[in-house]
Nanobody, 113 residues
Framework: QVQLVESGGGLVQTGGSLRLSCAAS????????MGWYRQAPGKQREFVAA???????NYADSVKGRFTISRDNTKNTVYLQMNSLKPEDTAVYYC???????WGQGTQVTVSS
């Protein structure tokens, strides 16, 4: 069955960096666009970044220039490099197979001020 497993979250100070990973199984990974989303306490889940099967990327305005999404099809993994982190980036981060209902379980990112 399809599985998405995120890792790499944690506690970091303002201005710090984290790299999230999402390992996929049960799909032909290279065929699919992948996305990262986040949900802060009391807020709706929101789009963060996406990457197509061909490697084209797009980002939410709030993370442009700070976050970078990438993929390694040999490892069936999508990454989110997060730099210059701010307290407002604190959320649970989820990966998703775009245009499907498959989500990972989420990984917590906390940015302290």
């Amino acid at each position: 069955q399809v599985q998405l497993v995120e890792s790499g979250g944690g506690l970091v100070q303002t201005g710090g960096s984290l790299r999230l990973s999402c390992a996929a199984s049960g799909i032909t990974f290279s065929f699919y666009a992948m996305g990262w989303y986040r949900q802060a306490p009391g807020k709706q889940r929101e789009f963060v970044a996406a990457i197509t099967s061909g490697g084209s990327t797009n980002y939410a305005d709030s993370v442009k220039g700070r976050f970078t999404i990438s993929r390694d099809n040999t490892k069936n993994t999508v990454y989110l490099q997060m730099n210059s982190l701010k307290p407002e980036d604190t959320a649970v981060y989820y990966c998703k197979i775009q245009l499907t209902s498959y989500w990972g379980q989420g990984t917590q990112v906390t940015v302290s001020s």
